[in-house]
């Protein structure tokens, strides 16, 4: 059973950046795909960004497109989630899910099956 732990947040303010990370306890290489979900207070969770641990295939919500980039270290097990201009309305919790079999849609946060606990991102 892997483990995600997601760091990096915290208060920010109007067109800032900051960059996610999400280590796991094992090789992200064993998993099909990493994403990045974000739920704001009063909201549902959003799908951010997501990339394929093989191929490294992007895909991205178009709320963050052009501002945002995730990438993946598999040496580290790591994935990151560099955001760049942000506005009030990127405030939420942020999570890294993992995908573990092909298939599923990126979008689609019932597809993924482990979960970190968050890191909030305050923009102001």
């Known amino acids: 059973h892997v483990q995600l732990v997601e760091s990096g947040g915290g208060p920010v303010q109007t067109g800032g950046s900051l960059r996610l990370s999400c280590a796991a306890s094992?090789?992200?290489?064993?998993?099909?795909?990493m994403g990045w979900f974000r739920q704001a207070p009063g909201k549902e969770r959003e799908a951010v960004a997501a990339?394929?641990?093989?191929?490294?295939?992007?895909s991205y919500a178009a709320s963050v497109k052009g501002r945002s980039t995730i990438s993946q270290d598999t040496a580290n097990n790591t994935v990151y989630l560099q955001m760049n201009s942000l506005k009030p309305e990127d405030t939420a919790m942020y999570y890294c899910?993992?995908?573990?079999?092909?298939?599923?849609?990126?979008?689609?946060?019932?597809?993924?099956?482990?979960w970190g606990q968050g890191t909030q991102v305050t923009v102001s």
């Open positions: 899910a993992i995908m573990r079999l092909y298939g599923g849609s990126w979008l689609r946060a019932d597809d993924y099956n482990y």
């Open positions: 094992r090789y992200i290489g064993n998993y099909a795909l």
């Open positions: 990339i394929y641990t093989v191929g490294d295939t992007t």
